[in-house]
């Protein structure tokens, strides 16, 4: 078992750490994503170009980016609870300055300073939940807590849109910030009397890697550079999405910038469902594995972005195409992160924060880069943003060959030697 295990009885508090860690995480989510349901009314309010408006938009994953191998070994310092509330109240607090920015220069600064908060989220939420539940539920268990990500989103999705059309954007963000503020206050009175039950937790095997330390060991572990560069190309299609499916409505469709945004409430409805099942199917029917199902989802998302390419071809587009073509998208390219972290918080083992943390750095370069290179080819192949689309559909197959790779190189320890019951 993972180090902290309670053997046959888990306890009943695991529940309701899950329930506040989604909670946590939808609260910062709301305003992650609540920034890409306001890029049409932030891009017309300030008069931004594509490629500007996608530097907004990867701003606030650039200060996650900077902050995420930092908050994993304060998860490890200080444990979950501070981690959580202090980077939820932070991103509360920051968000809400940027709705005040003057300019297109603070407003990014602003962003990308609030984007630290959100590691605490997917650094100490995600160690929570590897910590308090077994291995045959923690993929269930990891997709609840994930579905934390698109349940905010698709709250931004029907609420900002509708705030920012009557009182504008920055109310509308000032809003998610006030949220997400109370998600951080809930976290810490929620968290205050956890205790854990059952038998102490067992010591790792070995010392924990030094801060200079943890990174050498990341890249000499094939497992966890596969797992990072699949999570890698697979955001790239999750971002695109997020980021670009109202700007795609509204500028090779003409619809209105309002219903162009609430296409995002069936993508992230999509993807709630798509952590939940992904991640009981891990556990139920592959027997805990999770190379199978990523490989899977990586080729459905591949399907999905050539499916959103293709629309390109129809017009007028349906409200019912548009509205399906969300659904499955967002089912298939936003269902996959669950299975991701599981997967290497397993691997990783003792040092699951630590190493969480330095994967999440990568990834966030590829979220931080995705939507303004997707920004980028659309306006240098002349407006096509099908070109685009078929582009990200070649990134998700290549996914599918990484996760393949990871099956290889875990079969082929195995083949040298008895691995723990977690990686296997």
Do not use: K
Request: proline residues 6%.
């Amino acid at each position: 078992m993972y180090p902290h295990a309670f053997g046959d009885t888990p306890p009943p508090q695991r529940w309701r750490l899950l329930a506040v860690a989604t909670l946590q995480q939808a609260g910062l989510t709301l305003v992650r994503f609540g920034l890409p349901a306001l890029a049409p009314f932030v891009r017309a309010d300030m008069g931004l170009s594509l490629p500007q408006t996608g530097a907004v938009l990867g701003a606030f994953d650039l200060g996650a980016l900077l902050a995420f191998y930092v908050t994993g070994v304060a998860t490890e310092r200080w444990g979950e609870r501070h981690v959580m509330a202090v980077g939820a109240l932070l991103t509360g607090l920051l968000a809400a300055a940027a709705s005040m920015a003057p300019s297109l220069v603070v407003l990014t600064l602003v962003l990308a300073a609030a984007g630290t908060g959100f590691a605490s989220s997917q650094v100490a939420g995600s160690h929570a939940v590897l910590s308090w539940f077994g291995f045959r539920e923690r993929g269930l268990a990891m997709g609840v807590r994930q579905a934390g990500l698109p349940i905010g989103g698709l709250a931004g999705a029907w609420l900002l849109p509708w705030l920012a059309t009557r009182y504008g954007w920055r109310l509308a963000l000032l809003v998610a910030a006030a949220w997400c503020a109370a998600a951080g206050l809930a976290t810490w009175i929620g968290l205050a009397d956890l205790r854990r039950v059952g038998p102490e937790p067992q010591p790792p095997a070995g010392a924990a890697p030094s801060f200079v330390e943890a990174p050498w060991r990341f890249v000499r572990d094939p497992t966890l550079v596969l797992t990072t560069l699949t999570a890698c190309l697979l955001a790239a299609g999750q971002f695109s999405l997020t980021g670009y499916l109202p700007l795609y409505m509204v500028d090779v469709f003409g619809w209105a910038p309002a219903g162009a945004a609430r296409l995002l409430l069936l993508v992230h409805a999509g993807g709630i469902a798509g952590r939940l099942l992904w991640g009981w199917i891990s556990d139920r029917l592959l027997g805990a594995d999770r190379v199978r199902p990523l490989a899977l989802a990586a080729w459905a998302a591949s399907m999905s972005a050539a499916m959103v390419a293709s629309l390109a071809g129809l017009s007028p587009l349906s409200t019912l195409v548009a509205g399906g073509a969300a659904l499955l998208s967002g089912f298939t390219m936003l269902g996959w992160n669950g299975l991701y972290v599981t997967l290497l918080s397993e691997r990783a083992g003792s040092s699951a924060a630590v190493m969480l943390g330095l994967s999440m750095t990568v990834l966030y370069v590829w979220t931080m880069l995705s939507p303004p290179a997707f920004g980028w080819l659309v306006q240098h192949v002349g407006g096509h943003h099908s070109l685009a689309w078929w582009a990200v559909s070649a990134l998700q197959m290549v996914a599918v060959a990484t996760a393949a790779g990871i099956g290889r190189v875990l079969a082929g320890t195995r083949a040298g030697r008895r691995l723990p019951a977690e990686v296997r």
